[in-house]
Nanobody, 124 residues
Framework: QVRLVESGGGLVQAGDSLRLSCEAS????????MAWFRRTPAKERDFVAA????????SYADSVKGRFTISRDNAKNTVYLYMDSLQLEDTAVYYC?????????????????WGQGTQVTVSA
C-alpha cells in the first residue's frame, strides 16, 4: 500500500519561495503519476500541479502557472512543489496525491492515495 508524507510547509511572507516535498513508500513510485492539490476554507481540494511517472509531462492550474514548478526524483521516491512569488491567496493546506493509473487528471476523484497535508501560510 502506497503511503505519502508531505513536508516543507510553513509561514512565509508574500513574494517568498518555498519548496514542498512528498515522499512515497510502500509501492512502485516510478509508476505513479503524482499531483499536488490545496484546500482552503472556501475551496475543497483545488488542483495545483501534476507530473507523469516519467516526469516528461506536467500540468498546472492557471493560478500557479509560471510561479510553481512540480518535479520528481524517482530515485528518492519524492515529488516536489517549488513555489515562487507566493501570494496571500496561496495560503492553504497542500496535499500530494498518487494516481495508480499513471494519468495526470485534474480532478481529485481520480487520485487513489493522499498524504496528510502540510500547511502553507503566506502573510503580507
Amino acid at each position: 500500500q502506497v503511503r505519502l508524507v508531505e513536508s516543507g510547509g510553513g509561514l512565509v511572507q508574500a513574494g517568498d519561495s518555498l519548496r514542498l516535498s512528498c515522499e512515497a513508500s510502500g509501492g512502485t513510485f516510478s509508476r505513479l503519476a503524482m499531483a499536488w492539490f490545496r484546500r482552503t476554507p472556501a475551496k475543497e481540494r483545488d488542483f495545483v500541479a501534476a507530473i507523469s511517472w516519467t516526469g516528461g509531462s506536467t500540468s498546472y492550474a492557471d493560478s500557479v502557472k509560471g510561479r510553481f514548478t512540480i518535479s520528481r526524483d524517482n530515485a528518492k521516491n519524492t515529488v516536489y512543489l517549488y513555489m515562487d512569488s507566493l501570494q496571500l491567496e496561496d495560503t492553504a493546506v497542500y496535499y500530494c496525491a498518487a494516481n495508480l493509473e499513471s494519468a495526470i487528471p485534474k480532478k481529485p476523484s481520480y487520485y487513489d492515495v493522499w498524504g496528510q497535508g502540510t500547511q502553507v501560510t503566506v502573510s503580507a
